[in-house]
T-cell receptor, first 114, second 113 residues
Framework: NAGVMQNPRHLVRRRGQEARLRCSPM?????VYWYRQLPEEGLKFMVY????????ESGMPKERFSAEFPKEGPSILRIQQVVRGDSAAYFC????????????FGNGTRLTVT | QKEVEQNSGPLSVPEGAIASLNCTYS??????FFWYRQYSGKSPELIMF????GDKEDGRFTAQLNKASQYVSLLIRDSQPSDSATYLC?????????????FGTGTSLTVIP
């Protein structure tokens, strides 16, 4: 499968637990982007990463949220001490390194905090 | 502040009609423009991209770009009920590090059989 792979598709966590969302970019893509989408709302940019480097994290809350894209393995979006307001769909997208290269999205992870 | 504006709709058109979706952007230096379609509960999928002024056609879809007026539009000819979705406009702004995108909030389209 050459597409952007996200897992898990659905994740249920209780308040206070940690959530880890994984994303493997398309083959040949070195840029990864994370977006959050609340029901009936638009995409909200969170963070943009290259291998071992955060390019822009201006959309990510300063507390409880972190992201990484290690040299080996998938990109990880980590949410510590989840709260009900974190319940949303989290989409990962990837692009090639070339400017103007379009984004391709994964199927998303639906996080539910109970 | 980089902004991408779309009319949230909903936009309703009868089956077989032309649907016209519009997007304006704030930065005159923007270079690349993308249209995504998102069905309810699904992820966005790329429909078209356009870099140069003018029209670009792909099947029933036509993207139109006017950099002087800072707008980009998407026309859907012979609209089908399966085209009912939210359409997202995305823009690359420059200068920025890397390959960064700004999305509009999307226009909801309903095609009525």
């Amino acid at each position: 499968n050459a597409g952007v792979m996200q897992n898990p598709r659905h994740l249920v966590r209780r308040r206070g637990q940690e959530a880890r969302l994984r994303c493997s970019p398309m083959k040949g893509h070195s840029h990864v982007y994370w977006y959050r989408q609340l029901p009936e709302e638009g995409l909200k940019f969170m963070v943009y990463l290259q291998k071992e480097n955060i390019i822009d994290e201006s959309g990510m809350p300063k507390e409880r949220f972190s992201a990484e894209f290690p040299k080996e393995g998938p990109s990880i979006l980590r949410i510590q001490q989840v709260v009900r307001g974190d319940s949303a769909a989290y989409f990962c997208a990837s692009s090639r390194e070339v400017y103007n290269s379009p984004l391709h999205f994964g199927n998303g992870t639906r996080l539910t905090v109970t | 502040q980089k902004e991408v504006e779309q009319n949230s709709g909903p936009l309703s058109v009868p089956e077989g009609a032309i649907a016209s979706l519009n997007c304006t952007y704030s930065d005159r230096g923007s270079q690349s423009f993308f249209w995504y379609r998102q069905y309810s509960g699904k992820s966005p999928e790329l429909i078209m991209f356009i870099y140069s002024n003018g029209d670009k056609e792909d099947g029933r879809f036509t993207a139109q770009l006017n950099k002087a007026s800072q707008y980009v539009s998407l026309l859907i000819r012979d609209s089908q009920p399966s085209d009912s979705a939210t359409y997202l406009c995305a823009v690359n702004f420059i200068p920025l590090p890397g390959n960064q995108f700004y999305f509009g909030t999307g226009t909801s389209l309903t095609v009525i059989p």
